[in-house]
């Protein structure tokens, strides 16, 4: 298989896995406002929704089907 197929596959196998988990929660962590010893920090909750698992499965399988059609 030609490397095109295999980051195909790579995002096939990664959004079944964001569809099989309902989403991905992540969490980002960022310094708002730092003075002296004093540091206030801000922590922000986000979801990779499973519409992200289903394009990625799509567009896995069109990076599969064009890999190997041109090998």
């Not at 298989?1 to 959004?15: K, N």
């Amino acid at each position: 298989m030609r490397p095109l197929a295999w980051i195909g596959v790579i995002l096939i196998i990664a959004g079944i896995v964001v569809v099989a988990m309902r989403g991905i929660p992540y969490t980002k962590s960022r310094n708002e406002v730092e003075v002296g010893p004093l540091k206030v920090t801000s922590q922000e909750r986000g979801l990779v929704t499973p519409i992200v698992g289903v394009a990625a499965i799509v567009i896995g399988g069109a990076l599969v089907f064009a890999g190997r059609k041109s090998a």
